[in-house]
């Protein structure tokens, strides 16, 4: 009965592959994002959609290219993976795109550049 | 711009001790705080959120105060237990722009038996 889930939980690649990180949120919510957790912790922004539609994109390169197909699910697809891509992807979801509402957040998508 | 600081990485006490973790920023005045607990290999989860006119909040055995004229948080987590080992993590909406929230780097808390 999980409320926000993302797959894979760990994805071990080489560098120049293009991979996906699935996202779907069973909370009824309008507001999804994507999170990078680097090394050092920091859990910073990547994107926000509202009701399937871009809001922020965070200075994030554009090898990197949310996809929302409703507004239950945003995946994240990335291409020409370099090293620095290794980190911890969170998605998160919010009743509303505002940010005074409580995030949920899925268990997160280690990915790892060989 | 704004900074968000939690100025303990890592916090060590023990079992049955109120343990207190910081949340101090610079160069704004959010409306509200968050506050959230990761366990390792796990996403953030939401614990309590207080607003700017509130000065304490409590939730079982855990207590946030938000000073202002500090600007700083504090989390306190009475009768601590091992279980309450994990990583807290303080949030801001932004001072400007649409970013929905910003997370400080957090702080470590080991509940030692």
Redesign the interface.
């Known amino acids: 009965d999980t409320a ?1 889930s993302q797959t894979p939980k760990y994805l071990v690649t080489q560098m120049g592959n293009d991979k996906s990180i699935k996202c779907e949120q069973n909370l009824g919510h309008d ?1 999804m ?1 994507w999170y990078k957790q680097d090394s ?6 990547m994107f ?1 959609y509202n009701n399937k539609e871009l ?2 994109n ?1 200075t994030v390169p554009n090898r990197f290219s949310p996809k929302s197909p409703d507004k239950a699910h945003l995946n994240l697809h990335i291409n020409s993976l370099e090293l620095g891509d290794s980190a911890v992807y ?1 998605c ?1 979801s ?1 009743p509303a ?1 505002r ?2 509402q ?7 998508t280690r990915l790892s550049i060989l | 711009s704004q900074k968000i600081e939690q100025n303990s990485e890592a916090l060590n006490i023990q079992e049955g001790k109120t343990a207190t973790l910081t949340c101090n920023y610079t160069n704004y005045s959010p ?2 705080l ?1 506050w959230y607990r990761q366990d390792p ?6 614990l309590l ?1 207080i607003r700017e006119n509130e000065k304490e909040k409590r939730k079982e055995r855990l207590k946030v105060t938000f000073d202002t004229t500090l600007k700083q948080s504090l989390f306190h987590i009475t009768a601590s237990q091992p279980a309450d080992s994990a ?1 807290y ?1 303080c949030a801001l ?2 001072n400007s722009g ?4 910003v ?1 400080g ?2 702080t470590r808390l080991s509940v030692i038996a």
């Open positions: 926000v507001t994002y050092k912790k920091f859990l910073k922004i926000s809001i922020i965070e969170f998160a919010s795109g940010s005074n409580p995030q949920h957040f899925g268990d997160g | 409306a509200y968050q290999g796990r996403g953030p989860v939401f959120l990583t993590l909406p932004p649409n970013t929905p929230l997370f780097k957090g």
